[in-house]
C-alpha cells in the first residue's frame, strides 16, 4: 500500500495539491484550481481534489492510502499584522521582521506613544493580529504600558500579541487580564539593543493563525478533509528555503540560498545565511540580521499590484527590459489591465514578453531592498565602511518561483536581475550566484512536508529545482 502525503496550499489565485509517494520520496501528482475565497474555498479545494484523485486511481488503483494532509493558506490577503513598537529603527523594526519571518504581512507600524488618531485608524485597519512590542528587558516601561491601556480602552478587537520588556509581563497581564482581548505573551522581540530575539514571537504567531485561520478567512469546511492548516504560505516557503540551504542531520543542503517569489499582489524575498560583515574594517550598523530573513514588496506584483510597479519604476527601464518589442505595446494601459484584470493569463507574445519585463523589474527592485548596502566614512583612522542589513555577496543559488517565473522561457533573464552589478557599487546583492527555478511550484508543499519528513523534503527539492 503506498502512503501518500498531500500537501495543499490554498493561494491568493491558485489553490494548488501536492501528492507525495512518502515510500518512493517523489511527487506523484499535483494539480491546481482558482482559489474561490470570495465563494467558499471549498469550490476551488473540490475541483483541484477531484482531479488529483483521478489521477491517483489510474496511477494506482486502489492501492494507496491519503495518509497526511496539511495545509497552508495565503487566501484573502494572508495573515496581516499590525505592529506597535517603541522606536522606529529598533523595537518596531524588529517586530516587523519578526512577523515577516512568521510568513505574515505587515500593513501598519507605529512607534513610540500611539495617539487618539492612531487608535481610531487602527480600529478601521483589515489585520488579524496586533503585535505590542516596546522596550529592552530592564529598559523603557513607560511606552509599553501606556499603549496597552490605549489598546484596551479601544474599540479594536483583535489578538494581541506581547512582545516587549519581560520586566513589565506582569502589569501588562493585568491590564489585559478582564478586558475583551485573547492575548499572548511572547518572550521580548528585542531583549538587548540591536538584537533580535525573533523565534519566540513566530511560534505564537503561528499558532494564533492555526488557531483563527478557519473562522477568519471563511474555511470552517476545509477541516473536513485538511487535518491542519500548519502555517501561512510564505512560512511554508521559508521553511523549505531553511532545509533546502541548512539540510537535515541526515542530508546535507546545498548552501546559502536567496528565493524570489513574485505574485500577483507582491514581491517575496527570503535569504538564508548569517550576512555579517566580512573584513574588520566593516562595522554593522543598526539591528543584526535574521538567519532566514523574508521581505515582502507590497508594490510588486503581477496583476493586483502592476500600477504600483508602474509607478515604482521608470519608463526609461521599461523600454530598455522590452526592448524592440516595445512600440506595439501601450506601456501605462497593458498595466492598468492587469491590475483590472488579475485572471489575465498572458498567451500572446507581447504579452508574455511585457510579463517577462514586469517580472525583471519585480526581481531587480524587491532585491536591492533585501540586500544590505555598504557605506563609506571617511575618519582620521582612515576610510572605513558601514554594512545595513545582509551582506548576500556569497550567496550559492538564487531560487525563482512563482508563476511568471515557473512558465517563463528564460527564467535566466529575469533572475540575473538579482545579481550585483557595477552600477549598484554599494549594494551587497549576490555575486557569483547560480540559479535554480522552482518548476512545479514545490516550495510551499515542501515546506509542508518538512515538519514531519525533512530529509524526504529535501531529497525531494534537490531533485526538482532546475538549475537554468
Do not use: W
Not at 491558485?14 to 465563494?39: F, H, M, P, Q, W
Not at 538587548?192 to 523565534?199: F, L, S
Not at 533585501?370 to 531560487?399: N, R, W
Amino acid at each position: 500500500m503506498i502512503e501518500v502525503y498531500l500537501a495543499i496550499d490554498f493561494g491568493s489565485t491558485y489553490t494548488k495539491l501536492t501528492a507525495i509517494n512518502l515510500n518512493d520520496r517523489e511527487i506523484i501528482a499535483s494539480t491546481k484550481a482558482l482559489t474561490t475565497v470570495e465563494i467558499d474555498v471549498m469550490q476551488g479545494f473540490d475541483k483541484a481534489y477531484g482531479e488529483l484523485l483521478d489521477i491517483l486511481a489510474n496511477k494506482f488503483g486502489r492501492n494507496y492510502i491519503i495518509k497526511y494532509r496539511n495545509a497552508c493558506s495565503s487566501a484573502a490577503g494572508g495573515l496581516k499584522i499590525v505592529a506597535v513598537g517603541l522606536v522606529p529603527d529598533l523595537t518596531t523594526e524588529a517586530t516587523k521582521i519578526a512577523a515577516l519571518s512568521a510568513g505574515a504581512r505587515v500593513i501598519k507600524t507605529y512607534a513610540f506613544a500611539l495617539s487618539d488618531s492612531d487608535i481610531e485608524e487602527i480600529e478601521n485597519l483589515d489585520y488579524d493580529i496586533l503585535v505590542l512590542s516596546g522596550g529592552t528587558n530592564g529598559g523603557n516601561r513607560e511606552y509599553i504600558l501606556k499603549n496597552a491601556r490605549k489598546i484596551v480602552e479601544s474599540k479594536i478587537i483583535k489578538t494581541v500579541i506581547v512582545a516587549g520588556n519581560e520586566y513589565v509581563q506582569d502589569e501588562i497581564k493585568e491590564i489585559f487580564k478582564n478586558s475583551k482581548f485573547e492575548f499572548f505573551m511572547s518572550e521580548n522581540v528585542m531583549p538587548v539593543v540591536n538584537k533580535i530575539n525573533a523565534e519566540n514571537l513566530r511560534e505564537i504567531i503561528r499558532e494564533v493563525f492555526m488557531k483563527n485561520i478557519v473562522k477568519a478567512k471563511g474555511m470552517e469546511n476545509v477541516q473536513k478533509i485538511v487535518e491542519n492548516i500548519i502555517m501561512p504560505t510564505p512560512a511554508a516557503v521559508m521553511k523549505a528555503a531553511e532545509i533546502l540551504s541548512d539540510g537535515t542531520e541526515n542530508i546535507e543542503g546545498i548552501g546559502n540560498v536567496l528565493v524570489v517569489d513574485i505574485g500577483g499582489a507582491t514581491t517575496d524575498v527570503h535569504s538564508i545565511g548569517k550576512g555579517l560583515p566580512k573584513t574588520n574594517n566593516i562595522q554593522l550598523k543598526g539591528l543584526e540580521e535574521p538567519y532566514s530573513k523574508r521581505t515582502v514588496e507590497g508594490d510588486l506584483g503581477m496583476s493586483y499590484s502592476s500600477m504600483a510597479l508602474y509607478e515604482a519604476t521608470t519608463l526609461n527601464k521599461i523600454r530598455a527590459y522590452l526592448g524592440r518589442k516595445e512600440s506595439k505595446i501601450s506601456i501605462k494601459d497593458s498595466f492598468k489591465y492587469r491590475e483590472q484584470n488579475p485572471n489575465f493569463i498572458a498567451v500572446q507574445e507581447e504579452d508574455l514578453l511585457f510579463n517577462e519585463m514586469m517580472a525583471m523589474i519585480c526581481t531587480e527592485i524587491a532585491t536591492n531592498r533585501h540586500a544590505g548596502v555598504l557605506e563609506c566614512i571617511y575618519s582620521p583612522m582612515g576610510t572605513i565602511f558601514s554594512q545595513s542589513g545582509k551582506d548576500l555577496t556569497d550567496i550559492k543559488y538564487i531560487i525563482g518561483t512563482g508563476g511568471v517565473i515557473a512558465n517563463s522561457r528564460n527564467p535566466q533573464k529575469i533572475l540575473e536581475l538579482a545579481l550585483y552589478k557595477e552600477e549598484d557599487t554599494l549594494s551587497l546583492k549576490p555575486k557569483y550566484a547560480k540559479f535554480l527555478v522552482d518548476k512545479e511550484y514545490i516550495l510551499s508543499a515542501m515546506g509542508l512536508l518538512s515538519k514531519d519528513f525533512p530529509d524526504i523534503a529535501l531529497e525531494i527539492m534537490k531533485k526538482n529545482m532546475i538549475e537554468v
